[in-house]
């Protein structure tokens, strides 16, 4: 499991999944959640993240009076783009302030960047590239760097792998004398790139060089595809016969192989427009030298000279921040010892001993903990007892109510996570219409004298803001149903803690739940709406004002039940007198009912909402269904939209054309369709009680992201298929198959099913391998504390040696000395099968191998 992190360092905090609060974006990035077989290792992941940041400098300027430039960015894998950024207009030094989280569904050479400027009327110009090899990676984790951005040309971008044999055959001439005979067999391509977003007509010339010849031959073209099996073999003559003619004063001498190449073009095929360079190898005949044949496969290299242009650092540069780790997943049986002590903490006495809370402390990061943690007991019901039991831990050490929960304990970074987790569709059905409405207008809403714009009038504004706010917090505090189940447990036990620990203060209760739910859930997705997936893009910078003024009124109201009204939290002048808009009982009254109604014990549907939720929505193709006997079968752009009722498309967003819609309870499978179907990438078919819908993505993530989402949301159809046909029906047969009825039942089994609860999609293989890497890297202080454990019990009273354990919360030391003892024995038996297969990996990934391909010479 791969696993980097790329920033872009810049002044506001970060939010979301980041290390801290320090400042900058972060990509983090697991490729690719690739299938295991059965009984072995294999890999699985998250994905990139680029949180709020990004940033370019000295970027080339126009020549003439206008020298600023529209700028974007995209994220690519090697030359498929997946996201990209807004424009940033007039500027020579582009911010970019965007988040991006994704699965990686396939394997990479490059993850790349590329700056573009926009053009309105032609092609838009792409200024420089960083491209980043993900073996490299790794030396780039922790590290900020500036990079400078690279040349593109058409003769530089380049990715895939060739297959390649080469022998070497003797030959007896008519006139009887030998030579040699070179045979090439190049018999496939993998990973070709795409072409305009469709898959390449690919074809090879297969030349042979030398000092004074250069002999070429040409294969078929293969169409539509971006891995073409050639399998076409190659004759070149290498060695001259020893006769010579009378007339040469000299002897003709044998030609010298030790001075001959192959060299393999890669094409795509242009038709009416010129052939598109795809990249080429070149394999000296010497490889030949002590055997008969030579077979690998070889990485494609970029054209000679074709990456070398004038000065580089022209171009300008942009800056990354890159965290990499890589994990690798056992089998199930494996993980049982260790996922059974985890999921026992809930009932250790006292926490502090339990594994889970150990996990914890002895993290240098407790977020690196934190997430794995939570995910793992939400998994098997367990996280609403550990959670409890570690926030009245805390609450032993608050000594004050108005600061109850405001602090950064294990118990309040395990609450924040479980709520990104199982909050999400929560979010998106109580904020997003109104946020998109906030981020889609263009209301001023500034109230501060001092950043007003000239012409604003700050009466207007007030009330513009006021308008949002109260649309917003009347919707929040209407929204209890909604609650997921999960947050509703958690903060009844919070708040019948807090009133335990706080007898004598009656708000006591009310500020315990309001601490999460308003500060740290509400609040947070308002100001950064993009983090949560509530909007695609970072909001401009009028925006983000609007909505951090909101967001603290919003967080203040949300509080408002646990302070008398002679109190204020604002330290601004111009706040305060705008919140004593607010200071009337209702406000007060309604925000006690609705945080009464999200920590009563009444069960909630962990989606419950009387309109449906809206899960994605974006352009893709779909296959025409042709209907008719005559009607064309080819394929249209669409828009389409998941809810958790039904799959709608269109044909753009707000028209009145006809929506064709399919009910969530009808669809029967999801599964990814095989390139050769329609000799199209990225497609999946939605297998419903009508016809098959086959639609094409724009691009790999987006395709495993729509798969990953209609299979959560149909989990619980009744009669889902347990088999399917990967590939389509088409003139009479399925290709998959041949078979000629298309009642037969599929071909293949289908996906693993994934958990039912759509907010929830948890792989607790993947969290406890990640646990276990958290554990072997901090197993000096894990030593650490077995240590202050037994220090403790020998001496029994004041310590000798606190600063060896001070740093630790040791409630019980004999429990807490067991408790790491298991844990050792367990890693250690873990390690075994660990270093086996990384052995057994090492050993398999044969230079020239698919998996380990030659990088072959560059010019």
């Known amino acids: 499991m ?40 294999g890999r699985r992941g998250a994905a990139p993240r680029w949180e709020p940041g990004g940033e370019a400098k000295n970027l080339l300027p126009y020549l003439g009076p206008n020298k600023m430039r529209d700028c974007f960015c995209t994220i690519n894998l090697d030359q498929e783009e997946v996201y990209r950024t807004q424009v940033v207009e007039k500027s020579l030094s582009p911010f970019f302030s965007e988040e991006f989280y994704f699965e990686i569904p396939r394997t990479f050479q490059y993850l790349s960047f590329y700056v573009y400027d926009k053009n309105v009327l032609q092609r838009d110009l792409r200024i420089g590239k960083v491209a980043i090899k993900k073996e490299d990676l790794s030396n780039h984790s922790g590290k900020e760097t500036w990079f400078s951005l690279q040349p593109i040309d058409s003769n530089s971008e380049v990715q895939g792998k060739v297959h390649l044999e080469l022998k070497l055959n003797e030959l007896i001439t008519e006139n009887g004398t030998v030579c040699q005979q070179l045979v090439v067999h190049i018999k496939a391509c993998h990973g070709l790139p795409l072409i305009n977003g469709q898959s390449c007509d690919p074809y090879a010339t297969v030349s042979l060089v030398g000092p004074s010849r250069n002999d070429q031959k040409k294969t078929k073209v293969k169409k539509k595809t971006s891995n073409p099996q050639f399998n076409e073999i190659f004759y070149f003559e290498v060695t001259r016969s020893s006769s010579y003619t009378r007339k040469s004063q000299f002897q003709v001498e044998e030609e010298d192989i030790e001075k001959l190449e192959i060299r393999i073009d890669l094409w795509n095929n242009g038709n009416l427009v010129q052939d598109v360079f795809l990249g080429e190898i070149k394999v000296p005949v010497n490889v030949l030298r002590n055997d008969s044949s030579h077979q690998a496969w070889y990485l494609l290299q970029p054209r000679e000279n074709g990456n070398k242009t004038s000065k580089t650092d022209d171009l300008g540069s942009l800056r990354l921040n890159i965290c990499y780790t890589e994990d690798y997943v056992l089998p199930s049986e494996y993980y ?11 009932d250790v006495q006292p926490i502090s001993a339990s594994a889970a ?67 999400g569709h929560y979010l998106k059905v109580t904020l997003k219409p109104i946020l998109d409405e906030i981020c889609e207008s263009s209301k001023s809403c500034e109230i501060d004298p001092i950043k007003l714009k000239e012409g604003d009038n700050v009466e207007n504004n007030k009330e513009n803001l006021r308008y949002y706010v109260d649309k917003l917090f009347s919707t929040i505090v209407k929204s209890s149903m909604s609650c997921p189940t999960v947050m509703c447990d958690i903060f009844y036990s919070l708040r019948q803690m807090a009133a335990q620990r706080f007898p004598n203060d009656p708000h006591v209760q009310y500020s315990a739940v309001s601490s999460f739910v308003f500060l740290r859930f509400f609040a947070v997705a308002v100001v950064s709406p993009h983090t949560f997936h509530l909007r695609p893009h970072h909001p401009d910078a009028q925006t983000i004002r609007t909505l951090t003024l909101i967001s ?53 549907e962990s989606s419950g909402t009387s309109e449906p939720v809206h899960l994605k929505e974006g352009e893709m193709y779909k296959r025409a269904q042709g209907r008719t006997r005559i009607g064309k079968k080819n394929f249209k752009k669409r828009w389409f939209c998941l809810t958790s009722r039904e799959l709608t498309y269109h044909k753009q967003p707000g028209s009145k054309d006809a929506i064709y819609t399919i009910p969530v309870k009808n669809i029967l499978a999801v599964e990814k369709l095989e390139e050769s179907s329609f000799n199209k990438k990225n497609m999946f078919q939605v297998i419903h009680t009508e016809k098959p819908l086959y639609v094409q993505a724009n691009n790999c993530v987006e395709a495993n992201e729509w798969i990953d989402v209609l299979c ?113 024995s367990i890693i250690e038996k873990l390690d075994e099968p660990h270093e086996k297969y990384r052995k057994k990996r090492s050993s398999s990934a044969k230079y020239g191998s698919k998996e380990n391909p030659i990088v072959g010479k560059t010019s």
């Open 552 to 604: 603290k009124t919003i967080q203040t109201l949300g509080s408002w039940g646990s302070l008398s009204k002679s109190k204020s939290s604002f330290k601004e002048t111009f706040m305060c007198e705008f919140f004593k808009m607010f200071q009337e009982e209702g406000y007060i009254i309604a925000v006690k009912k609705f945080l009464d109604e999200i920590s009563s014990t009444e069960t909630k």
């Open 712 to 824: 959560r949301v149909s989990r619980c159809n009744q009669n889902r298929l347990s088999s399917f046909h990967p590939s389509a029906f088409l003139n009479g047969n399925w290709l998959c198959c041949q078979e000629t009825s298309e009642n037969t039942p599929g071909c293949k089994p289908c996906t693993a099913g994934v958990p039912a609860d759509i907010q929830i999609d948890i792989d607790e293989d993947r969290e406890t391998e990640r646990i276990y890497s958290l554990f072997t890297l901090s197993l000096l202080k894990l030593q650490k504390m077995e240590e202050a454990c037994g220090t403790i019990a020998v001496y029994q009273g004041p310590q000798k040696e606190p600063d060896d354990y001070s740093n630790f919360v040791i409630e019980d030391s004999v429990t807490t000395f067991k408790t790491i003892q298991q844990i050792k």
């Open 336 to 346: 049982g010892p260790l996922k059974t002590l985890l999921l026992k903490s809930p």
């Open 357 to 423: 809370y150990i996990l914890g402390e002895i993290c240098r990061d407790k977020n690196d903990a934190v997430l794995p943690l939570v995910r793992l007991l939400l998994h098997h019901d367990k996280l609403v007892p550990f959670a409890t039991a570690v926030a009245e831990l805390d609450l032993k050490d608050t000594q004050d109510a108005n600061t109850i929960f405001r602090g950064n304990s294990l118990a309040t970074r395990c609450l924040d996570e479980m709520m990104k987790i199982v909050g």
């Open 2 to 41: 791969d696993t980097p992190w790329v920033s872009f360092p810049k002044s506001l905090p970060s939010r979301g999944r980041g290390p801290g609060a320090w400042a900058g974006g972060v990509w983090r990035f697991r490729p690719p959640a690739d299938a295991r077989p059965p009984g072995g290792c």
